[in-house]
């Protein structure tokens, strides 16, 4: 048996962690089938050998227990931490995890670095010189800088992260960074330096676009003042400590970036930029002592989720010379990128750098929806160039966007006109440092270009927060984050996203218990906007889905209370009994709303009451789990009793209606999907909606008549068991003319849109994509049973159109991988190679109650025959030769 990994529940970092308690988990490696963990022994220490000097024992150890539990284990020491420390954790074998404990808010033990800048909004650069009698055993900086910091050590950045700290509601959270600089300090003189921009914090929208001020221009600043924050922590072999602070003996100054717009727009003068101002012995004597600033009103909090990196590179496929001074490049992937450009030419001549994910009929960039030609001529960067003849990189310090094509005015590729000449032109995507989990391929070339199509779209979105898009808002919309969960858990881990996001929406929460439809709420916005459940549910919706896809209960605790102000809100917005229906209902469909809200909202107000129910229970708030079952009993039967058609009249079955036109009773695909999908069918009329189903799909040919929330259901339907209709999925994905992924494609996009629209605002928005789960859960046929993947399925879609998939996915335990392949056989059979990783159970679904199976674990094993539509697989990789 061997440790492959172990992590803290909810924690991308763990350096500067600020809880009492946290959950931990481990992955094994275990080569014999029957092998299982029998026990474990958690403990915690401030010693590696986890044994003191004077013989003290951990300040936590569990004991042996009998266990075979792997994750969601419970560490709480008695008494807490102690600040600025080292703790190291253990399960049994030598594999320990760092833990630095931050400073309590306790006189003795509070925060002693003060917010430091200069006392404008513009981006400025602010260091120290700071030396050190001799050379550290660790080094550790803890930091924040608002809206964003960049620090380095010495002149080379402290880590890879961009964009710190995440995104929060400012006047409530305001998130530090740890650092470990160990191997960037030396004995003697060391510089330490953050080069500090806008953001959200301070938004400086300048003469360019900026979102949260267009049209209503509600956007308050959190403050108006940039500002740094950091403390030093040095430790000694001989046990020796010292730290150093932000205080008025730092200095600063302006940045050579002088306008830094979130947006995508810049100014960056070269001739302003200080050369090796982060490096110790820089002459400072003409910077300005750092001024104490008033900082953020927001608490101090580790920045728990993963941070943002740079990943992928990307070279023009095509550039090309438009006009006079004006290079169009085509990345060839739309996605969310950080630009590269180098450069050269005269001293005090400029280029602008501009973005699109639209190319116009002139081969320039372009805006299609004309309501936002702004974001197409006021978004861009400046540049200055600083010394003649010199090749000059620029990159943004301070802002993102997404994009496929960069177009450069006012340069040229061979200097004429004295014009700067462009060298070179790169992006590098920008995302969360989250582990990448799955990857799936299929014999249909179209299929694998969808899959992609999808996968750009989620990582482009994934940042501290899931964005709506990473182009025009940036905003943290809410029902991305319960809709494509179960498809995003397939792009990247996402534990430790969701669990922050979870703690913006506590942050965002009204008085009321209302929970906004966005967290945080960086443009306030009226009516459904504001408050629609399949929004502001997420606050339910979330812990249960961690729960149940990463195994981890480490929410429940901290949201309980905020679930319970949520749904006292919801109740009070009850009509006819129990009904919600005061939304945006299924959003995107045809007109943008308005449609099948009592039918989706009352179904999601189900199942909020159905997971504070498990959330109770799991808690021991006996009368609680009681109270939310009972009121999810009521809403059941309020729903069949309004929207449940018995009477034969209009269909020779049973069907639910929408109550979108009073006297119509419609029978829609959404209408049956969402009933089937929220378990709110009584079981006699299961069959009945099901053919209801089935026939609405019929008679649409086939067309996704659904909204972005309904259409996730409409996927999960036909995948059931019930239905189990691969070819009407084929069929909606491939249409003509829209609603179609495949005509998104067909016309040369690389991510989704927004709406089903061949020119839209935004190109890379995700809401749409809950398809990318279906050929995870289906095509590949891997989809958990219980929590974390601990027994899973695997049904081979021997029933679809596919003669291959391939395909693999990082569980909680471990790797699972499948590759389906028929493309040899006569007869239908197919070969299944298949990894079960250890701790794990596969319920291998076989296509009927004559299939025969082969069974032969690798490496070459006897084999055993299954026959029937069921059998089990434990830990190890697997060949399969199967006969339908």
């Known amino acids: 048996m061997e440790v492959l990994t172990c992590g803290i529940h909810g924690f991308g970092e763990t350096i500067g962690i600020d809880v009492d308690e946290f959950r931990v988990y481990w992955k094994l490696k275990l080569e014999d089938e029957f092998a299982e963990q029998k026990a474990y022994r958690l403990r915690v220490s401030e010693h590696k050998s986890f044994v003191s000097p004077q013989g003290a024992a951990c300040v936590f150890d ?53 917010w430091i800048g200069d006392g404008g909004d513009k981006p400025i650069y602010i260091r120290k010189d700071i030396t050190l009698p001799k050379a550290p055993a660790r080094a550790i900086v803890l930091a924040s800088g608002l809206g964003h910091f960049n620090l380095s050590v010495n002149g080379k950045a402290a880590s890879p992260h961009v964009l710190d700290p995440g995104w929060t509601d400012y006047h409530k959270t305001v998130q530090f960074v740890g650092y470990d600089v160990t191997d960037h300090v030396t004995a003697g003189p060391n510089c330490f330096g953050a080069h500090v921009g806008n953001g959200f914090y301070a938004g400086d929208q300048g003469d360019r676009f900026f979102w949260p001020m267009y049209e209503d221009k509600t956007y308050v600043r959190y403050g108006n003042e940039l500002c740094f924050f950091a403390e030093i922590h040095v430790y000694y072999e001989d046990g020796s400590y010292e730290w150093f602070i932000t205080d008025p003996s730092w200095k600063s100054r302006k940045s050579a970036t002088t306008l830094a717009n979130i947006y995508a727009s810049e100014n960056h003068d070269r001739r302003m930029l200080p050369l090796g101002w982060d490096l110790p012995g820089y002459d400072d004597s003409e910077w300005t002592p750092a001024k104490p600033v008033t900082g953020p009103r927001g608490k101090l909090r580790y920045q728990s989720q993963p941070p943002v990196v ?147 779209s989620f990582s482009s979105n994934i940042f501290s927060y899931h964005t709506d898009c990473p182009q025009i808002e940036k905003f943290g919309w809410l029902e991305v984050t319960s809709l494509l969960f179960p498809a995003t858990q397939y792009v990247r881990d996402m534990e430790a996203v969701y669990s922050k996001i979870l703690d913006d929406i506590i942050d965002t929460q009204e008085s009321s218990g209302l929970v906004p439809n966005m967290a945080p709420l960086n443009r306030y916005m009226c009516g459904p906007m504001h408050d629609t459940i399949t929004w502001g549910a997420a606050i339910c919706l979330l812990p249960e889905m961690i729960r149940y896809y990463y195994g981890s209960t480490a929410t429940f605790k901290k949201i309980y209370q905020p679930c319970t102000r949520y749904m006292d809100y919801i109740a009070s917005k009850e009509r006819h009994g129990g009904l919600i229906e005061h939304g945006l ?137 019930d239905v189990d209709r691969p070819d ?62 601990r027994t899973w399925r695997l049904k081979p879609c021997f029933k679809g159109e596919f003669d291959f998939v391939e395909g693999s996915v990082e569980s909680p335990y471990g790797l699972i991988s499948v590759r389906f392949d028929r493309t040899k056989s006569d007869d239908g059979s197919a070969v299944v190679d298949v990894t079960v990783p250890a701790g794990t159970i596969c319920k291998l679904l076989l296509p009927g109650d004559t299939t025969v199976a082969k069974i032969q674990r690798q490496p070459a094993s006897d084999r055993r025959i299954a026959k029937g539509s069921v059998a089990e697989l434990r830990q190890g990789m697997y060949r399969l030769e199967i006969t339908p």
Request: overall charge negative.
């Open 62 to 114: 569990t004991g042996r227990i009998e266990s075979s539990e792997q994750r969601n284990i419970l560490c709480k020491p008695d008494g807490g931490f102690k600040s600025t420390r080292f703790y190291y954790w253990s399960v049994t074998m030598p594999h320990t995890s760092l833990i630095f404990r931050t400073w309590f808010e306790d006189e003795e033990n509070r925060w002693k670095a003060v």
């Open 310 to 456: 740079l990943h992928n590179t990307f070279t023009p496929v095509r550039e090309h010379m438009i006009g006079h001074g004006v290079i169009v490049y085509d990345l060839g992937q739309n996605s969310s990128i950080m630009v590269k450009v180098v450069a050269s030419g005269t001293a005090g001549a400029q280029y602008r750098v501009r973005y699109s994910e639209t190319l116009g009929e002139d081969g320039m960039v372009l805006m299609p929806d004309p309501l936002f030609k702004e974001f197409e001529t006021n978004v861009y960067s400046k540049i200055t160039l600083g010394v003649t003849g010199e090749h000059e990189e620029w990159s943004p310090d301070f802002s993102f966007t997404s994009a496929r094509y960069i177009q450069i005015d006012g340069a040229s590729l061979n200097g004429e006109d004295n014009l700067p000449v462009i060298h070179s032109v790169s992006a590098r995507h920008v995302s969360s440092a989250a582990p990448v989990l799955g990857s799936v391929k299929t014999d249909k070339e179209d299929v694998n270009a969808l899959i992609s199509a999808c996968y750009w």
């Open 585 to 721: 209902g299924d959003w995107g469909r045809d007109i943008a709303y308005g449609n099948h809200q009592a039918n989706i909202e009352t179904a999601v107000y189900y199942k909020c009451l159905r997971n504070m129910a498990a959330i109770a229970q799991e808690l021991g708030y006996i009368s609680d789990e009681a109270k939310y079952t009972q009121a999810a009993e009521r809403i059941y039967a309020i729903y069949n009793q309004h929207l449940l058609v018995t009477d034969q009249v209009d269909h020779p079955y049973a069907f639910y209606t929408s109550l979108d036109e009073p006297g119509k009773r419609d029978r829609t695909m959404v209408a049956q999907s969402i009933a089937l999908e929220f378990g709110l069918v009584p079981q006699e009329h299961r069959a009945d909606v099901v053919k209801a189903f089935i026939e609405a799909a019929e008679e649409s040919n086939h067309v996704m008549l659904a909204g972005e929330i309904g259409l996730k259901y409409l996927w999960d339907t036909l995948a059931s068991d």
């Open 728 to 789: 009407i999925v084929m069929d909606m994905i491939r249409q003509e003319e829209h609603p179609s992924y495949m005509r998104f494609l067909r016309r040369g996009e690389t991510t989704l849109l927004e709406f089903w629209q061949d020119n839209c605002r935004s190109k890379c928005h995700d809401m749409l994509g809950s398809i990318y789960e279906w050929f995870y859960s289906y095509a590949l046929g891997v989809r958990p049973l219980q929590d974390a993947y």
